[in-house]
């Protein structure tokens, strides 16, 4: 399995990027996709996630800001981020788990100014 994302970039504070993560290969037809994220210094957290079924998870930070949405049939998911914050400054990276089984993209920096 193999996850390419883009999207990223550079935004002043309140503006709006949006990421995107395609997935290709093996994959289980139960999953779950998402996006995780990791500031200097910090461990790496969940910003929002997706099941196959529709349900979602977001962390309390970005709740009302951002949305997540998948195309289940082409195995992608995007993440729209608006009224971006300096907090929100990290390397978000792109993540697929069904099973067992964890992939990861290979991040792409997202860097917000006030």
């Known amino acids: 399995v193999q996850l390419q994302a883009s999207g990223g970039g550079l935004v002043q504070a309140g503006g709006s990027l949006r990421l995107s993560c395609a997935a290709s290969?093996?994959?289980?037809?139960?999953?779950?996709m998402g996006w995780y994220r990791q500031a200097p210094g910090k461990q790496r957290e969940l910003v929002a996630d997706q099941r196959t079924d529709g349900a979602t998870e977001y962390a309390n930070s970005v709740k009302g800001r951002f949305t997540i949405s998948r195309d289940i049939a082409k195995n992608t998911v995007s993440l729209q981020m608006d009224s971006l914050k300096p907090g929100d400054t990290a390397i978000y990276y792109c993540n697929l788990r069904f099973l067992r089984a964890n992939f990861w993209g290979q991040g792409t920096k997202v860097t917000v100014s006030s």
């Open positions: 290969g093996n994959i289980f037809r139960i999953n779950v």
